[in-house]
């Protein structure tokens, strides 16, 4: 019986993910976030997301099929509407797992990727409103063409853990898929890459145990490579909620850098789930579709104080 998990930000995504609950993981994932993508009211993944400090979209995703631990990913990518899509292609036509930049969005034209001018007016007008409050007067009128290496702490991601959205399936077929997809943190340093597309960090799947896919301050889950380290403690024989909550207790060893929250998702390969939101007081919402009863059903994760 296939199971969908999939986080907030994922509610443009449920209508295709319950019409497709008996395609592969893979078709249910891809088809999920491209919708997700799309919608401009999300204001943290594909079209009409918050951009980085100099006014520019640069958006990660990636992708990966439990039962050939195959993966493939793209970070930075800038000006193509489906970095999921291209995510797919490079796990599928590449011998690569992971493409950025530059590479990436040649790679996205070359294999016909739909191009396209992802800030809207509304991104638009929230990165005048950042710079407008975070720059000093004086460098504004020259802003970005100085130095930003000092501003670069000026403002945190206002979307935080509602950011990035993540989309976990079980199948019939009895594969476990991921996919993750973002715009990453809001005002970001150009460049600054999440978990999102590093495998291991924000995403992965393996079919002797699960799937696994992180949202929130990706920095965190890169330092302790989180998704990875779940599927490694289910290894361990811990279930699917220890495995999260040990993969959160990991999150007690930072100090430095950025601290905040990270939701950690993880469906094992029977279908049991379990959400988890690091770091913080309240839980998260999150969503389920199961084959059998044909709708998806809203949930309120656990926490965890770090
Ligand atoms: N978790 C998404 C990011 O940090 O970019």
Known sequence: MAVILANETA???????????????????????????????????????????VGELELDASIMYGRTLEAGAVAALKGYLHPISVARA???????????????????????????????????????????????????????????????????????????????????????SAGVSTSGWAWKYPGRVGDSPVIGAGCYADNRYGAVGCIGTGEMAIRVS???????????????????????????????????RVVIHAVDRSGSHFVLAAGADEGTRYYVVEEESGRFEERISETMRL
């Open 11 to 53: 509610w443009p995504g449920l209508k295709s993910g319950i019409d497709r609950i008996d395609e592969c993981g893979l078709d249910i994932i891809e088809a999920m976030i491209r919708d997700i993508e799309a919608a401009s009211e999300v204001h943290s993944v594909g079209r009409g997301s918050w951009p980085n400090m």
């Open 90 to 176: 490079v796990m599928s036509r590449l011998p690569h797992v992971f493409l950025a930049g530059e590479g990436a969005a040649r790679f996205a034209r070359e294999i016909g990727a739909e191009a396209s001018n992802l800030l809207t007016e509304a991104s638009r007008n929230g990165f005048d409103a950042w710079v407008e409050g975070n720059i000093p007067e004086k460098l504004r009128e020259r802003w970005p063409e100085c130095s930003l290496v000092e501003h670069a702490w000026a403002s945190l991601d206002p979307e935080e853990v509602g950011g990035t959205t993540c989309v976990l399936v079980c199948d019939d077929f009895g594969d476990c």
């Open 226 to 260: 989180t998704a990875r380290s779940v599927i490694l403690y289910m290894k361990q024989g811990m279930c699917v909620e220890e495995a999260c909550r040990e993969a959160a207790r990991d999150y007690r060893d930072l100090s430095g850098g950025v601290i905040r």
